[in-house]
C-alpha cells in the first residue's frame, strides 16, 4: 500500500501535514460540538477523541513513506566507489 501511495506521488510531508492537520480538527471539533451541541460534554469528548485517533495512523504513513523515498532514494545512486575499488580504505573487522 505505502509503495502504491509513493507512486500515486503522495509523499511523507502530506502525511505529517494531514496528522498535524488532524490535531488542530480534533480540538476543533471538539469545542464546536461543546458549544454547538446540548448533548453534553461527552458526546464533545468522543467527537474530539475520535477525530485525534487519525493522527498516530498519519505520522506512522508518514514515517513509512519516507522511508520508501529513502529507498529509492538510495537505489537511484551511483555506487561513489565502483571505479575506486582497491583505493578504498581497507576493513578493521579482521583487527
Known amino acids: 500500500m505505502i509503495r502504491m501511495l ?3 506521488g ?3 510531508g502530506v502525511m505529517y ?3 498535524i492537520a488532524s490535531i488542530g480538527l ?3 471539533s471538539w469545542l ?3 458549544k454547538a451541541e446540548n448533548a453534553g460534554v461527552d458526546r464533545a ?3 474530539g477523541i475520535f477525530i485525534g485517533e487519525w493522527a498516530p495512523t498519519f505520522f ?3 514515517v513509512a513513506l519516507r522511508m520508501e523515498e529513502t529507498h529509492r532514494e538510495a537505489e537511484q545512486e551511483p555506487d561513489m566507489y565502483a571505479d575506486q575499488g582497491a583505493q578504498r580504505m581497507p576493513s578493521r ?3
Request: proline share 0%; net charge positive; glycine share 12%.
Open 10 to 12: 503522495v509523499r511523507s
Open 6 to 8: 509513493h507512486k500515486m
Open 93 to 95: 573487522a579482521g583487527v
Open 60 to 62: 506512522a504513513m508518514g
Open 17 to 19: 501535514t494531514a496528522g
Open 45 to 47: 469528548d468522543r467527537w
Open 32 to 34: 464546536m460540538s461543546a
Open 26 to 28: 480534533s480540538v476543533a
